[in-house]
């Protein structure tokens, strides 16, 4: 419980810049689709630490982990908090990246260790979607301290969650049950060899490309282009945004005790249970995207399932993860799972920054937040196919997935 809290504080820090996007180009005296930069700056550094976290995490145990990791992530935020240049406010965001490396590999680890194999699954969605409610208060709550209060109260406020958790973790956050032994990689077989050897793995290549088909599309929309896309591209106001990022959380929540439960009814299908979840989303955007005008409200909120529901999806990977990497590798597996995801939106958020300020300019409309959303569709199907051939590998070998 009180790891999964932590969980809930990384993404209260991890998605509240992609809310204040448009008030950081105020802040920092830049057009709005610079500020991606910020965002790409914390994937990177979150992407390419992922596998030295996992590291970490097999060698020093999640309690440890998850200290550092917010413990750099509350000076990162007060850091962000009284920064007023943009030179300074990127160079933040490393330590915001770096901390949050550390927290959500660490959390689900200890899941197997305290729980029978047959709870992980549903356990594992319980944890997931429960990050939600960190999301949620990125979109509401910070959204009215930053529109009532300004930049620094708020930024101070996540660095406070971040401080509250550390706490929390040190409290009351175990490693293991009394009397547990977990083992640890041996000195000869451990750093990156380790990680080329779950690399070399068809199960650690398709939980990469499954996290990378599902968790893609809502880390767009939660890290940078969300809110952007829903007041300029569509013409919301920030209170309608706002809501449908509240249903986006209940959706998301709603749907991760289900998908754990199919999940484990399911073993055998669990690759097509998370295709058939990121597909419904890319049909959701094509709507919306296709749509004459603004999008209606309704098909919007279709939209905003669709997003939630791969959050939850795109946790099979860590099921894969489980189910075929070796208990001692499972932090590297973790780690590789989470840079498939996130290696793909940083590649997207990138691109769509790069169409709107060259068919949109400085203040970019719905015309061009249309052409540069659909970009994100060919990288899509790329991970898809990539999810198809790894498995067709397992299958080789004698595993139903």
């Not at 999640?62 to 413990?71: P, Q």
């Not at 590999?105 to 194999?117: E, N």
């Not at 990497?325 to 290696?343: A, E, K, Q």
């Amino acid at each position: 419980m009180a790891a999964t809290l932590t969980f809930v504080v990384a993404m209260f820090s991890r998605t509240s810049f992609g809310v204040a996007s448009l008030f950081a180009a105020d802040r920092f005296a830049r057009p709005v689709a610079l500020m991606s930069t910020f965002v790409v700056v914390q994937m990177i550094v979150y992407a390419g630490m992922q596998i030295p976290a996992g590291l970490l995490l097999d060698r020093m145990g999640s309690r440890k982990t998850i200290a550092i990791g917010l413990a750099v992530m509350t000076v990162g935020q007060l850091g962000l908090a009284l920064a007023t240049s943009f030179p300074v406010g990127l160079g933040v965001r490393v330590l915001i990246g770096g901390g949050d490396a550390l927290i959500f590999i660490s959390a689900i680890r200890l899941i197997p260790v305290w729980f029978a194999a047959r709870q992980v699954p549903l356990l594992t969605q319980i944890s997931s979607v429960a990050g939600q409610l960190g999301q949620w208060a990125s979109a509401v709550p910070l959204v009215r301290i930053l529109t009532d209060f300004g930049w620094t109260p708020a930024f101070v406020t996540v660095a406070a969650a971040c401080a509250g958790g550390w706490l929390l973790n040190l409290l009351f956050v175990r490693d293991h049950p009394p009397g547990a032994q977990i083992p640890r990689p041996q000195a000869r077989r451990g750093g990156f060899a380790g990680a080329g050897e779950v690399i070399a793995m068809p199960a650690g290549q398709l939980g990469f490309f499954i996290h990378m088909s599902t968790a893609y599309f809502p880390l767009i929309f939660t890290f940078m282009w969300g809110f952007p896309f829903l007041i300029q591209g569509q013409g919301l106001t920030e209170a309608q945004a706002g809501n449908l990022f509240t249903v986006m959380v209940i959706a998301g929540i709603a749907a991760g005790p289900p998908m754990g439960v199919l999940t484990r009814i399911f073993e055998h299908q669990r690759v097509a249970l998370a295709l058939i979840v990121a597909a419904f989303t890319v049909l959701a955007w094509t709507a919306v995207l296709l749509w004459p005008g603004p999008a209606p409200m309704p098909l919007l909120g279709v939209l905003m399932v669709g997003l939630a529901a791969c959050f939850p999806a795109s946790n099979i990977a860590f099921d894969i993860n489980r189910s075929f990497v070796p208990p001692h590798r499972m932090g590297i597996g973790s780690g590789l799972v989470i840079v498939g995801g996130f290696l793909a939106a940083l590649l997207s958020i990138g691109v769509i920054s790069v169409v709107l300020a060259w068919v949109g300019g400085a203040n970019p409309g719905p015309d061009a937040f249309r052409i540069a959303m659909a970009t994100q569709l060919p990288v899509w199907l790329f991970a898809v196919t990539m999810v198809l051939r790894s498995r067709r590998k397992l299958l080789a070998a004698g595993h139903l997935v």
